[in-house]
């Protein structure tokens, strides 16, 4: 049980950052008049001036050619480009950027802790990600665990920072030492003044390590979290709903966990000891080696024994060319067969390893629920008694409503996993096509284009999509048919040299073939004719730079040939390329 609670809390503390990111994916913007500075072709006209502290890396700071960087600025910069915006930044002293945004001279803030103060004079977004605040004291200092440890003590915060109002509403005021940054606060905290500071765990992280300040260390690495938003002046509604579309965007196209990987990623506070991740690391990697090392030498092995039979038959025959020809077809075809047997393998041990945490997950979130209900009617009895009190570092006026649903996410996150790993080992081995129904084929094509269609338009500025009147429906899985349209298109979108070439999509019947035809014609650099006859074997990709797996097209092709449907590639190099797919009606009964 111990082990099962260990883990429980691991994914925890994991899952608060995804739940309250996934809350962006479910934003939408209602359909509301432009901004005044808003153009008809789809930019502003101006440039949104964004305000950012000068130096609070890694989210946002000055770096040392003087222009602005970090997490904050790649985000906005993103959010600018999806949306069509021009920014300008302007960075320096917290304080006074908090009295730009006041004053209007700053138009949106791109980093803000949340709070029920600060709202009533700023609008905030979804929060782009969380802020854990630790405490940080000199290696000689007693240790603390909580924010109310430091009564009595000298807390140095910096001005007008979310921790100088949490701790100033907590009663700290008379104990509080200001600076004018978090760099700041750590620096007289090192030279031996006050007794211990409040700053943001990945700042004072980084520039502990920046700064070489070797005498400081958290106590605490997570004593309060806060949501860190876009915030704009009270009542600016329309440029805050511009960002936080964008914001959705980015989540929606995977933009979004790129740029938090880069500046967060690497720094986030490690979730287990060295000694157990190299424990793990090794029991997963040990028997993944092995497999792939006799993998490799089962294949070399087997390619050996039919290189020379090959030979020892061509010297013995000569004149049965057209036999040995025969039999190099056969003999690559078993080596193929080969690498998908390996590859399974591989996915069935990986999926293994995946579903052994994922099942105490779907074994204990239910308990902790039941606990949670259990345990709601003391802790309202106290919160009604005794007023608000901190629960995980948060009040728990914030987070009596917010657990149920952490909670629900969880246990709704670990099902999708499991039903993520089970499409991993139906790709391996697949036995049915997954439930089927009636689809309208022109519906399936429109869902797969709006989920492409911020890369349609940052490929090309000339897409047409065609739609058949009155086609037929078929018998088919829609999900898996979106993920053929999707992968087709976006290969079509790759193939595209410059934003000039288009991309044209029509749907149609044949009548003949009784099929529903659905065609995709790009205008891009095509395709060599040595490589059409490898198009849909596993791991082939001329894109392996860039990022490709060579998985797309042979799991598209699996689709297709589960839904009895037929997919077919003509290209020549610099004539572009048409994909043509086709899906058979269902079997008339009787």
């Known amino acids: 049980m111990g082990l099962m609670t260990a883990t429980c809390k691991k994914y925890l503390q994991m899952l608060c950052l995804a739940v309250t990111l996934l809350a962006l994916l479910a934003n939408s913007t209602s359909a509301e008049p432009a901004p005044a500075d808003y153009s008809e072709t789809g930019s502003y006209d101006k440039p949104v001036i964004v305000g950012g502290d000068r130096a609070y890396p890694p989210y946002e700071f000055i770096d040392k050619d003087g222009q602005p960087a970090g997490y904050n600025v790649d985000l906005t910069r993103a959010i600018a480009e999806v949306m069509g915006m021009k920014v300008e930044f302007r960075f320096g002293a917290w304080s006074d950027m908090r009295s730009g945004l006041k004053q209007g001279t700053i138009q949106i803030l791109q980093g803000i802790s949340y709070s029920d ?67 700041e606060a750590l620096r007289l905290l090192a030279s031996g003044q006050h007794d211990y500071a409040v700053v943001a765990m990945l700042p004072g992280m980084y520039l502990i ?84 090392a006799v993998t490799v030498l089962w294949s070399r092995t087997l390619q050996i024994r039919v290189e020379a039979r090959t030979t020892e038959l061509a010297q013995e025959v000569a004149e049965r060319n057209k036999a040995l020809e025969e039999l190099r077809r056969h003999q690559d075809k078993l080596v193929q067969a ?121 490929a090309t500025r000339h897409f047409s999509a065609t739609y058949g009147d009155h086609l037929p429906k078929i018998l088919g899985n829609g999900q898996r048919i979106e993920q053929v349209i999707v992968n087709l298109v976006l290969n079509a979108c790759q193939a595209l040299p410059d934003m000039e070439r288009g991309v044209f999509l029509t749907t149609g019947f044949d009548r003949e073939l009784r099929a529903v035809i659905i065609q995709i014609r790009d205008e891009g ?17 001329t894109k392996r730079d860039s990022g490709g797996t060579g998985l797309g097209l042979s799991v598209s092709a699996g689709i297709v040939k589960e839904h009895g449907g037929t997919l077919l590639f003509a290209s020549a190099p610099g004539e572009g390329t048409t994909v043509t797919l086709s899906f058979p009606l269902p079997q008339r009964n009787g």
């Open 525 to 541: 650099v095509g395709i060599a004719e040595e490589h059409l006859q490898h198009l849909f074997d596993p791991f082939f990709t």
């Open 117 to 183: 103060v600060r709202a009533d004079t700023v609008d905030f977004s979804p929060p782009h990600t969380i802020v854990h605040h630790a405490i940080f004291a000199r290696k000689d200092s007693p240790p603390v665990t909580t924010l109310e440890e430091l009564r009595g003590k000298q807390v140095i915060v910096f001005r007008d920072g979310i921790m100088h109002e949490v701790l100033s509403r907590m009663g700290f005021g008379k104990d509080l030492v200001l600076t004018p940054t978090p760099s």
């Open 338 to 458: 080969d690498k998908l047997a390996s590859l399974g393998t591989l996915v069935s041990g990986v999926a293994h390893e995946i579903n052994n945490p994922n099942g105490l997950m779907l074994l204990d979130i239910p308990i902790l629920k039941r606990v949670h209900d259990d345990a709601e009617e003391l802790l309202e009895n106290h919160f009604h008694d005794h007023g608000d009190f901190m629960l995980g570092g948060v009040p728990y006026s914030e987070m009596r409503s917010e657990i149920p649903r952490i909670l629900e996410e969880m246990q709704d996150s670990a099902k999708r996993i499991k039903r993520i790993v089970n499409d991993l080992k139906d790709f391996a081995r697949r036995d049915d096509a997954g439930e089927k129904e009636l689809l309208d084929i022109n519906a399936t094509v429109q869902t797969a284009l709006r989920l492409v269609d911020p890369t349609i338009r940052s």
């Open 209 to 292: 390590r920046e700064l070489r300040l070797t005498n400081l260390v958290p106590v605490s690495k997570a004593v309060i979290s806060q949501q860190y938003c876009y915030g704009v002046a009270k009542g600016n509604s329309e440029l805050l709903a511009r960002f936080n579309e964008g914001l959705a965007i980015l989540h929606k196209t995977g933009q979004y966990k790129p740029i938090y990987d880069k500046w967060l990623g690497a720094n986030d506070p490690p979730r287990v000891t060295k000694d157990t991740a190299i424990k793990y690391g090794a029991m997963i990697l040990v028997p993944l080696l092995a497999i792939l």
